[in-house]
């Protein structure tokens, strides 16, 4: 396959984009490199396929339909996976306008640039969020998903619903993949895993935003990546999927855990919740292992030993 994928030099993309080269497909991998982190980290995540004759990297935005249509042209690509994203709860808070631009117009703008160049096989990255603060648990792909709590989610979810349309109107295969907080090594340095160890092994305190009794389902990077390539391959009609990890786990358990693996007791600094924080995240994976066979294999003990150990030697040994 010839695979566009946005967000290729993020954290989730750079991974999946050595997966797939290493399953013979060609990547054609699309980012602008915006200073939401810092761009430098993400020409590191890149550093391993730098050279790799099947993958060409673009610098571009998504809201270009015009050079999106070109590159979908020029490389003849068939199948795309649609990573790029303002991320983030909290920056959303702070920026929506910018949020649903990128996410919501920057979709579009992809869309009807498959759509012009008939490109019609689209895996894209959705999230948990857009159950926001759901009653039934585990959430489920048919439950409701219609109050978002912070414009991140409101903002993947009308994503979700513009691929439907696509599906309807044009044809599209498409699956929306709703990924529930991804760790691991180069995850995202705001994101909560990254800072504790950081602080962590700085020897400062770490923030904790509520009372550490919120739970979320981590997902290891390498069963998301599994997740995105069997989707890929079973692509077929319109899909929503839950791809999460196998338990939801008490910030309080992720904190001790982290510490175990770090070998440094955290000075806790507390305060109070933020604005759009969900309390609870917790995946259904019937309905992602029936249609495309995504069991995750990577217990969270085990993960986060995987990514201090990656820190320690990538991070802090650098
Ligand atoms: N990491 C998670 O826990 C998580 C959870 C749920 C959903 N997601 C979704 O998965 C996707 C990947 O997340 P990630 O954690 O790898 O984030 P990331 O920020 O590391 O990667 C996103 C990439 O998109 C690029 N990008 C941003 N705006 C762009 C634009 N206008 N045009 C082109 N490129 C642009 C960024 O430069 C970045 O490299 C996102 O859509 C995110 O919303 C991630």
Redesign the pocket.
């Known amino acids: 396959m010839v695979i566009l994928l ?9 991974h999946l984009t050595e997966h797939l080269l290493g399953l013979g497909h060609t990547v054609i991998g ?5 200073n ?2 810092d ?1 430098a980290r ?1 020409q590191l ?1 890149l550093r391993l396929i730098k050279g790799h004759r099947n993958v060409n990297v673009i610098e ?4 270009d339909q015009t050079l999106l249509a070109d590159v979908l042209r020029r490389y003849q690509c068939d199948t795309v996976v ?7 709860v909290r920056d959303s808070v702070r920026e929506p306008a910018l949020c649903l631009d ?2 919501v117009n ?1 979709t579009l703008s992809l869309l009807e640039a498959m759509r012009t160049t008939n490109v019609r096989r689209l895996v ?6 857009v159950y926001g603060n759901s009653t039934f648990v585990p959430f489920r792909e048919d439950d409701d998903a219609n109050l978002p709590l912070s414009p ?1 989610a409101m903002s ?1 979810r009308s994503a979700e619903l513009l691929t439907h349309t696509y599906h309807h109107l044009h044809g599209f295969n498409v699956a929306c993949l ?6 691991g090594p ?3 340095p705001e ?1 909560a895993i990254s800072r504790f160890t950081e602080k962590m092994f700085g020897g400062q305190p770490i923030t904790i935003f509520g009372d550490g009794n919120t739970s979320r389902n981590y ?1 290891y990077i390498y069963d ?1 990546v599994m997740g995105i390539t069997s989707a890929i391959n079973h692509l077929n009609g319109f899909d929503l999927l839950n791809i999460g990890g196998a338990a939801s786990t008490n910030l309080r358990d992720l904190v001790s855990m982290i510490e175990r693996a770090v070998g440094r007791k955290a000075v806790i600094d507390w305060q109070p919740n933020q604005p759009g924080d969900v309390t609870l995240t917790c995946a259904d994976l019937h309905r992602a292992s029936n249609r495309i066979g995504y069991f995750p294999s990577i217990q969270i003990e085990e993960g986060i030993n995987r990514f201090v150990r990656w820190y320690q030697q990538s991070v802090l040994c650098s």
Request: overall charge positive; glycine content about 12%; aromatic content about 16%.
């Open positions: 946005t967000g290729a030099a993020g954290f989730i993309g750079s699309f980012d602008n490199f915006d939401q982190y761009p993400k995540n571009g935005d998504i809201r649609h990573l790029a994203a303002r991320t983030g990128v996410n920057g894209m990255a959705s999230s948990s969020s991140y993947k709703r990924f529930f907080t991804v760790y180069r995850q995202r994101m997902t998301t």
